[in-house]
């Protein structure tokens, strides 16, 4: 890693907690963590009184939880106060508790402040991961910003925001470094004649996946197995009627939720992996998902609704544009042509580019952005 992510201290102001569910935040701190001290700021949690507590999980990485004195209403009925108060008490306690940071990350905590004008560091980085239809080009007191996102880059006056794919967690490299091509190879061919396995990762209740498609797909292909890795608890009535048309279905496995290194071995027990999502193009706009370099890494084979940052790529097989149905007939090609699940040259170049993306590198191409 760069000597500019070397020996700091660095503050992640995250809008999510610190979970058995680690997405891109989690995973910079993990990577930052081994050459830095790295304090991971959680959400708020509402209280009475103030408190502050920092827990090591693991060298070099603390995470931190506080709460703020405020009713549990404040924050959506009056947001522009509770964000002053928590502005107020969370400088106070960084400030008391904790050493003073050299980089901070705000990978978006919208809801919590508008600026990081609040803390002191020498370098600080704005870091929007999901794009919404009210997303601002503010660079939120920040000395840079990146995005996964080319349509989040496109809201910035050019050369304000800067492009950096996903990247793909320790799990998933660690397991990709050790597994040779002739590994998987073996364990498709070996399992010749049996049902084939579909694995889905991902919240199966998201608004952008394409429940109809996916419906096709489980009752055309009785012959498939299908496995959904994800939450298994719907929130509203919609989800409830989602939820329970998968559970009557006999070619479909729940797993629930899984820990990033047992999602990693397994999604590798998969023969296809499906990305199956529904644009509606001011929310999401097909462009990009940080599923698909651990779909990529695994060596399986990835059929995919349109995801416009990989169309440029031949080693999975992916719809056209706005033509979500045809992802049903790609899994009726690949049934009749099982040699491609097999296809060392394809395995190859998908697993060398995954490896080229993890997060060791994606640090490594912020510095250079940066350009210290």
């Not at 364990?187 to 996946?209: D, E, T």
């Not at 096709?216 to 959904?228: K, Q, W």
């Not at 729940?254 to 199956?276: H, R």
């Amino acid at each position: 890693m760069s000597l500019f992510f070397k020996n700091k201290v660095v503050y992640i102001f995250s809008p999510q907690p610190w979970d058995y569910l680690q997405i891109s935040k989690h995973h910079y701190a993990r990577a930052l963590a081994k050459d830095n001290e790295v304090y991971f700021v959680t959400p708020p949690a509402n209280a009475i009184l103030s408190n502050f507590t920092i827990e090591n999980e693991r060298k070099g990485l603390y995470v931190v939880c506080y709460t703020i004195p405020s009713p549990w209403f404040l924050r959506a009925k009056f947001p522009a106060f509770y964000k002053f108060l928590l502005r107020y008490f969370l400088s106070r306690l960084l400030r008391r508790n904790i050493p003073k940071a050299d980089i901070v990350f705000d990978f978006g905590c919208y809801r919590l402040f508008d600026s990081l004008d609040f803390v002191t560091a020498g370098y600080k980085i704005f870091f929007p991961v999901d794009d919404f239809g009210t997303l601002q080009p503010d660079e939120r007191g920040s000395d840079i910003v990146l995005t996964v996102s080319e349509n989040i880059q496109r809201k910035f006056p050019e050369g304000k925001c800067h492009f950096i794919n996903h990247g793909l967690a320790d799990s998933f490299v660690a397991r990709a470094q050790k597994r040779s091509n002739m590994d998987l190879i073996a364990q498709r061919q070996a399992g010749v004649g049996k049902s084939l396995r579909v694995g889905y990762s991902g919240n199966i209740f998201i608004p952008f996946l394409d429940r109809e498609v996916m419906k096709r797909c489980l009752e055309e292909h009785r012959d498939l197995v299908f496995h959904f890795f994800g939450s298994s608890h719907p929130l509203n009535g919609n989800d409830q009627e989602w939820y329970d048309f998968l559970k009557r279905q006999e070619n479909v496995v729940l797993e629930g939720q899984k820990e990033t290194a047992s999602l990693a071995e397994s999604l590798e027990s998969m023969d296809i992996l499906l990305v199956c999502y529904k644009p509606d193009y001011k929310n999401y706009h097909g462009e990009n998902t940080h599923k698909m370099l651990e779909y990529l890494s695994t060596g399986r084979l990835v059929v995919s609704t349109h995801i416009s940052y990989y169309q440029q790529f031949d080693f999975l097989m992916m719809t056209e544009k706005d033509q979500n149905d045809g992802i049903v007939s790609m899994l009726a090609v690949v049934k009749d042509n099982q040699s491609l699940l097999y296809n060392a040259a394809r395995i190859r170049r998908q697993v060398r580019f995954a490896l080229a993306n993890s997060y060791d590198n994606r640090c490594q191409e912020i510095f250079e952005l940066i350009g210290y």
